[in-house]
């Protein structure tokens, strides 16, 4: 390892970076705008300069920029050279002469890196008298807001926008002194990963229109770690409370899951929990002759629980932790999970491959740093958002090693390597029932019908592993795009498979792990990467339970009687008429849930259950990572967990396992004890009495303010502030001021760091893992040591039926996802039912673009307007899941026209 | 001896000078006008309301007793949704009015707000606006940043160049 000296200080410091990288990870401050860990360097700013020496006996030096300087053995150099310091104050000197008065109505104040940048180089008082440069804004759609003025031309936004994360709307426009970063007319930015520009821009060009409806400063956020609820991914985020609201999502770095970013969905699906939609206080339907009426609403719960007629459903959506309790309480055989039957096979089969095979499942970062990529049957950007991401990053991978080694430039050296890489692009394939948008950087991306895309992974993998079974009766097209695969993935070092629940095909799953395993079984260090519909998918499927079904017939046939529903909506998991007979024959319908549904409508109990900004709870994502959320806010009303609601209940009726649970961490032990799979669950976060110091770890800054005065309209003497009995974390701005355990650090925040940048300060190097390694506990490990059990049952190849069509279901970021919707943002972009056809196909059956198809379906009819498109298999019609208002819950299915 | 009676008639002479204490509240005593007294919201030269809700005073507050929600006009001009002072917990430092930067919140000579029940001391926005400038007449903040608003559109502001055409190539 290099020896650096900084000021004459000798450090030791990691080979391959730049000083910059190098200074920030040694905990020094240097300034800097347009270098971004996740984007590397490109010298535009001239804000980090250092002065070099040559050696020891130079004095003079000379100044260099930080981010454009490799580390060399034995450097010197000086950050507070006077020289230095005066340079970079008069570059910010520069950079601020346009920049408006604007702070004190600039939503980024308080969290700017501009700001922080200014008070550390000094500026701090302008010397610019002169007129000052404007721009008009654009109206970028409902996320983000423009304030062109402010812009110091970092050209963050755009190399973010643009080379990262694949966006074509957003750019950069005029010349000289006038450049201006904007779309080329008013409209929505596009991109799925647009909320990210808010915490890419270093000042407060583009910001955070959500948070602009009930504005909050970062300081006066109570924040709690969190994890989103937006998809099987489990990308950490920060969630920050004000007033009693949820006011703002932030990324929560982790480095083997999310890093730096988010997807909209994550960042801007949050409004949910502020709905007026909500479930407060619990509501009970009296029967007529009911004369119970003023009983606590557990006692009326218990009254009307009927011993060995009762049955519990869990969900998907629900923590771990009230999964266990549920099925604790209503008994192991009566615990159904609250899935739909499709989906329940997928996710057994993912779980029973990861467990049981020899490919481990790859995260996040590891998927971005996969040389070749083959997704069956997934649109990720649709239905795993955050994976398209590492999947364009895993893009690059290839090119940009070739590329280093022929320059011989580090790969920080962003705007060299970018111009050596030019367009090439690693090797991507998709096989997808219709064309996904990840597409524009495949190698190779075939659309054809699930079974086909079975079929071709199938014979890539006779390709690779001769003994493996030949697929007969292909199609030349078919053949032509296994052996182009094949040949890509031979020479992989690091491939990655990636499947997922968003095909609907058990075949293409199974197709997928024997690519994995035939990829390993060549030497190579195969990975696999199946995505789940929700964000405890995984988890609820760790626990085990019945299937939906059978819970369905078990009221049906008159064998269970109650029935106690835990955040699920079924009618999302059930079709219309499934549904409907399934409460009709239910004699009590006990529902925990945080927001009104149809399935609330249909229940003589409700139990108002707290959202994830309410809750404690534990949620294993598709790559078998158990994470934790913490509580953010003390709920309003009668609202709590739904694992204390359970654990109240288990209480009254008298359970004498529930009743020993006494505290959170009781509980977690409990799900340890009795899963071996869950071993570990209950040190994830630390216990609930740990303390720093005799203290407990703070959810407010230190200048979180108006304790004395929020709350003053209703009483003027303050109320105790809440106790928080099940973390480590408090209430209160009162605490631990250092640096907490990496899974439960409430915000970013280092002395003269106030914006999201201060991550530098949690990280061990910058871009690496947070201090004490990242949070979350991975509970999947490949078996390694069997035999590898590979399939052989190849599927039939798909024929189109006359007068049917195979429904597929087709996935939407903004629409398909049940809490997100209730941000108005997002409900905006959500797109109206349809069902997508081939063109040929709509000739067919006589309709056309608009027109409504009729279809059968379960004996009950179903219109839908057409969209045509012809990259979609002939003979499949695509149909959007998940939105409301469309009835047909179960894809792929075959449907009579 | 001698002091003693020194000291009896300095004290009679005393009868005669013109007395110091004020005959409070009948008589009030003249405050400088810089008293950190009651606090008050100001507008600016045109009525509007000054303070555009930025949350600095609130920081600053030592005893956390100022607590505002900011909103936003359909023209973009900010303000606060509502705005509390709880003077019960109030030590008049000064600290909020040194923090604003639009000199909306000033600290006024008046010091009368004696209550018998503290919740009336819990000031809401509509006790605390007056519709005056306070002691710094003539500022008005909207006019120096580069916020548009309503009847100030981009490049209206002072020291401000009109909108940058970005189709154009001219130096």
């Not at chain 1, 989906?343 to 998927?367: D, F």
């Not at chain 1, 407990?696 to 502030?721: C, D």
Request: proline share 6%; charged share 20%; hydrophobic share 40%.
């Amino acid at each position: 390892m290099p020896i650096i000296n900084i000021d004459n200080i000798p450090y030791e410091v990691k080979e391959g970076k730049n000083l910059l990288e190098a200074c920030l990870s040694l905990g020094l401050n240097l300034p800097y705008f347009c270098w971004h860990p996740a984007l590397g360097s490109v010298g535009a700013c001239r804000q980090c300069a250092v002065k070099i020496f040559k050696d020891e006996q130079d004095t003079r030096g000379k100044l260099m920029m930080a981010c454009m300087e490799p580390v060399k053995d034995g450097m010197r150099l000086s950050v507070n050279d006077s020289e230095a310091v005066a340079f970079r104050g008069h570059v910010i000197g520069w950079l601020m002469t346009n920049h408006p008065h604007d702070c004190a109505v600039c939503d980024e104040g308080g969290s700017c890196h501009l700001q922080d940048m200014t008070v550390m180089t000094g500026h701090a008082y302008r010397d610019y008298h002169f007129s000052k440069r404007t721009y008009r804004n654009q109206n970028l759609g409902p996320f983000i807001n423009h304030e062109m003025n402010r812009c110091i031309q970092c050209y963050r936004c755009v190399r973010f926008y643009k080379d990262f994360a694949g966006g074509k709307d957003l750019d950069v426009f005029a010349a000289h002194n006038h450049v201006y970063f904007g779309r080329q007319q008013d409209g929505t930015l596009e991109n799925e990963f647009s909320g990210n520009l808010v915490e890419v821009c270093p000042t407060g060009v583009f910001t955070d229109k959500t948070l602009k409806q009930h504005y909050t400063r970062k300081w006066d956020l109570t924040t709690a770690p969190s994890i989103c609820q937006g998809c099987g991914l489990g990308c950490n985020i920060i969630a920050g409370e004000r007033y009693g609201s949820l006011r703002q999502i932030t990324n929560r770095y982790n480095g083997a899951v999310n890093g730096y970013f988010l997807c909209d969905r994550g960042r801007y699906g949050y409004e949910f929990v502020n709905s007026k939609d909500r479930i407060r206080e619990p509501l009970v339907v009296h029967a007529p002759d009911d004369k119970a009426n003023g009983l606590p609403v557990l006692q009326h719960v218990r009254n009307r629980m009927k011993p060995g007629k009762m049955i519990g459903i869990g969900s998907p959506r629900a923590s771990v932790e009230s999964n266990y309790v549920l099925k604790e309480l209503v008994g192991e055989h009566n615990f159904y999970l609250g899935i739909g039957e499709i989906e329940h096979e997928l996710i057994r089969l993912m779980l029973k491959l990861l467990k049981e095979g020899p490919v481990r499942s790859a995260s996040l970062q590891e998927a971005a740093a996969a040389d070749a990529v083959v997704i069956l049957g997934e649109d990720l950007t649709n239905t795993a958002p955050m994976m398209a991401l590492s999947v364009r990053q895993a893009v690059r991978r290839m090119p940009v090693e070739n590329a280093i080694s022929n320059i011989h430039m580090p790969a920080w050296q962003d705007a060299a390597v970018r111009e050596a890489v030019q367009e090439n692009k690693g090797p991507l394939f998709i096989l997808n029932v219709v064309e996904t948008k990840l597409d524009e950087v495949a190698t190779g991306a075939y659309h054809t019908a699930p079974d086909n895309i079975a079929r071709i992974a199938f014979a890539v993998s006779h390709l690779l592993d001769g003994t493996l079974p030949e697929v007969t009766g292909m199609s030349d097209e078919g053949k032509q795009a296994a052996a182009t695969i094949a040949a890509a993935l031979r020479g992989a070092k690091r491939p990655l498979v990636i499947a997922g629940y968003g095909g609907g095909s058990e075949q293409v799953i199974r197709a997928a792990a024997n690519l994995a395993w035939a990829l390993k079984q060549q030497g190579a260090d195969a990975m696999l990467s199946f995505t789940v519909p929700e964000c405890n998918s995984m988890g609820l499927e760790m626990l085990g339970g019945l299937r939906l079904e059978s819970a369905v017939d078990a009221v049906l046939n008159g064998s269970a009687e109650t029935v106690l529903i835990l955040e699920n909506d079924l009618y999302r998991r059930l079709d219309l008429h499934t549904a409907n007979q399934f409460f009709g024959h239910c004699k009590e319908v006990i529902v925990l849930d945080h927001l009104h549904n149809p399935t609330t409508e249909r229940a003589n109990i409700v139990l108002p259950a707290g959202t994830f900004a309410e809750a404690d709870g534990t949620l294993v994502n598709n790559e078998g990572r158990a994470q934790r959320f913490l509580q953010v806010l003390s709920p309003q009303g009668s609202v709590q967990e739904s694992w204390r609601w359970l654990l109240q209940l288990g209480d009254i009726c008298g359970h004498t396992h529930l009743r020993s649970l006494l505290h959170y961490d009781d509980l977690l032990k409990a799900i340890a004890a009795k899963y071996p799979v869950f071993a570990g669950i209950d040190t994830i976060t630390p216990p609930a009495d740990f303390r720093i110091a005799g203290q407990k770890i703070p959810r407010e800054p230190h200048r979180y303010s108006g304790r004395t005065a929020m709350l003053a309209n209703i009483n003027v003497s303050e109320p105790k502030p809440a106790e928080d009995g099940d973390t480590a974390l408090s209430f209160t701005m009162e605490g631990y001021r250092g640096e907490p355990p990496s899974s439960v650090i409430p915000f970013f925040w280092a002395p003269g760091w106030n914006s999201v940048q201060s991550v530098n300060k949690y990280q061990v190097e910058t871009g690496g893992s947070l201090h004490g390694g990242n949070p979350g506990k991975r509970l999947l490990e490949p078996n390694v040591n069997g035999q590898t059990k590979f399939y052989t049952n190849i599927p039939d190849p798909f024929i189109p039926v006359g007068g049917h069509l195979l429904l597929v279901p087709l996935y939407h970021i903004f629409g398909s996802e049940e809490l997100s919707i209730h941000t108005p943002g997002i409900a905006q972009r959500m797109p109206a039912p349809y069902i997508m056809l081939h063109s040929e196909d709509a000739r067919r059956f006589q309709v056309a673009a608009g027109h409504l198809l009729y279809f059968m379906d379960n004996g009950h009819q179903y219109a839908l307007p057409v969209v045509i498109n012809d990259t979609l298999q002939k003979g499949a019609a695509g149909i959007p899941v998940g939105l409301p208002h469309m009835q047909v819950a179960e894809a792929p299915q075959l449907v009579k026209i | 001896m001698f002091s003693l009676l020194r000291s009896m008639w300095l004290v009679f002479l005393h009868m005669f000078h013109k007395r110091d204490t004020y005959q409070y509240p009948e008589q009030k005593a003249p405050l400088p006008a810089r008293w950190r007294g009651r606090i008050a919201l100001t507008r600016d030269p045109d009525g509007e309301e000054r303070c555009v809700g930025c949350y600095l005073c609130a920081a600053a507050c030592p005893v956390d007793c100022i607590s505002l929600q900011a909103t936003e006009d359909e023209h973009g001009r900010r303000y606060p949704e509502f705005f509390r002072i709880n003077f019960s917990r109030c030590i008049f430092c000064g600290f909020c009015e040194e923090a604003c930067p639009t000199y909306a919140i000033q600290l006024l000579p008046d010091f009368e707000m004696a209550e018998y029940n503290r919740q009336n001391l819990v000031y809401e926005k509509h006790d605390l606006l007056i519709p005056s400038q306070g002691k710094y007449p003539g500022y008005n903040y909207y006019k120096v940043a580069g916020l548009a608003i309503k009847n100030k559109d981009k490049g209206e502001a002072e020291h401000e160049e009109p909108p940058v055409d970005i189709k154009s190539l001219l130096p």
